[in-house]
């Protein structure tokens, strides 16, 4: 295999032995065409990123990829898809794929076809007709395992095939891109952003956005902005669940949540202790059916509530609201 960069592009040359004639144009793009952009999910060739496909008679094919951005995360990962979907035509002897970059133009248009042409931005999960079940994991104090109730419930549902989204709200205390072992950081392609993945899960958090462990000191206002941003402006996807993190208590994040997702449903975290158990008694009301929600979830953790990836290593014993202990 040969590399080369020159320009900005990136030029992979791939080689395999067949003795078919020469594939044809049609037959290298309906291969393109089940190459998923690991990012949005979708193949390739709908969301405009082949810029151009060549094939030479002596079956050397050459394929021109746009990337989103400029040094796109994903840039190995796509010249790996295209080469090995190329390279299974009939009668490919070598593949060259050759990556650019989209321009302004382009990432509107993409903006456009993934989000519609709405100018203000929109939360999906708020309109009528949404397929998500939106989850709020709350607590009345600090401590008691709520973020790690969280990114076990992510994880698991992921690992059992749900598309999983977690929006870290507990703006002040961000821990779920730490837990999930997230070290990603969000992509930007025009005003859309897109989240990293650790687990099969999407996740976007304050804490990807300010260096090492600096603190966030914001007021009310630019909390409820934040968590408007993670829910319009993130590109989700078509995700089966969303899982919020919200910080302790009902303070203005939790507000701005049943202002924003009115439809979401809750589950209350606490310690068997009286203490603190009272103090959960202050979160937001439970959801019109809390045991049938409450059942959903942890039926999601496992019998025993085992861990399901190594950056979790606290497991509390939990009381769920109107729900049995679950240890």
């Not at 931005?121 to 009345?140: H, K, L, N, Q």
């Not at 509530?305 to 202990?325: A, F, I, N, W």
Request: glycine share 8%.
């Amino acid at each position: 295999m040969r590399a080369s960069t020159a320009a900005g592009r990136v030029g992979v040359t791939a080689t395999v032995t067949s003795t078919n004639s020469a594939p044809t144009e049609e037959a290298v793009r309906q291969a393109l065409s089940k190459v998923d952009d690991p990012e949005i999910h979708k193949p390739i060739t709908e969301l405009g990123m082949v810029k151009s496909v060549t094939v030479a008679e002596d079956g050397r094919v050459a394929v021109e990829v746009y990337l989103t951005v400029q040094g796109c995360p994903m840039r190995e990962t796509i010249t790996q898809r295209v080469e090995q979907a190329v390279n299974a035509v009939d009668g490919v002897q070598s593949v060259t794929v050759e990556l650019d970059v989209m321009s302004d133009e382009q990432r509107s248009e993409l903006r456009k076809q993934l989000r519609g042409d709405s100018e203000e931005p929109r939360i999906p999960f708020a309109e009528p007709g949404s397929m998500t079940r939106v989850y709020c994991v709350a607590s009345g104090k600090g401590g008691v395992g709520k973020s790690s109730v969280t990114v076990n419930l992510a994880a698991s549902m992921a690992a059992r095939g749900l598309s999983v989204g977690v929006v870290d709200a507990d703006i002040y205390g961000h821990s779920v891109p730490r837990m999930l072992g997230s070290s990603g950081k969000p992509t930007q392609v025009d005003k859309m952003i897109m989240p990293p993945q650790a687990h099969g899960v999407k996740v976007i958090s304050i804490g990807m956005f300010t260096p090492g462990n600096t603190p966030v000191v914001w007021r009310g206002p630019m909390l409820h902005r934040a968590l408007q941003q993670f829910l319009s402006d993130v590109f989700w996807g078509d995700l089966d669940v969303l899982l919020l993190d919200l910080p302790p208590g009902t303070g203005d994040v939790a507000l701005s949540t049943a202002q924003l997702i009115p439809n979401a449903e809750i589950l209350v975290v606490t310690t068997p202790q009286q203490a603190a158990a009272e103090v959960a008694e202050d979160a937001p009301e439970a959801p019109e059916d809390p045991e049938e929600a409450a059942e959903l979830l942890l039926a999601e953790t496992g019998d025993g509530g085992e861990h399901t990836h190594q950056q979790v290593v606290y497991e509390p014993e939990l009381v769920v609201r109107r729900s049995s202990l679950v240890r």
